[in-house]
Nanobody, 114 residues
Framework: VQLVESGGGLVQPGGSLRLSCAAS????????MSWHRQAPGKERELVAF????????NYADSVKGRFTISRDNAKNTVYLQMNSLKPEDTAVYFC????????WGKGTLVTVSS
């Protein structure tokens, strides 16, 4: 059972990034998925959530209107499109599978800086 995030990097304020999370080892389409982030010195927080069929979408207030979660069950992948990035979006971003025991990826670093 594995989740592997990719797509992080350094971006200027106002820029965009698309994160991907590839899942393996479990029936991806049967479980809700979410993205979380952890900034230096802060607790991990929920960024976006999507139900197993693509419904039940929720976002943190801080990213509403800027971030979009999506999933492709045929590719066992969940995405996070991040637009209008701000320096306060700098964090390690993790995906999470809401399986019985829960599965975390190892994260991908997003740095928003000029």
């Amino acid at each position: 059972v594995q989740l592997v995030e990719s797509g992080g990097g350094l971006v200027q304020p106002g820029g965009s990034l698309r994160l991907s999370c590839a899942a393996s080892g479990f029936t991806f389409s049967s479980y809700a998925m979410s993205w979380h982030r952890q900034a230096p010195g802060k607790e991990r927080e929920l960024v976006a959530f999507m139900g197993r069929s693509g419904g039940s979408i929720n976002y943190a207030d801080s990213v509403k209107g800027r971030f979009t979660i999506s999933r492709d069950n045929a590719k066992n992948t969940v995405y996070l499109q991040m637009n209008s990035l701000k320096p306060e979006d700098t964090a390690v971003y993790f995906c999470y599978a809401h399986t019985l025991g829960g599965v975390w990826g190892k994260g991908t670093l997003v740095t928003v800086s000029s």
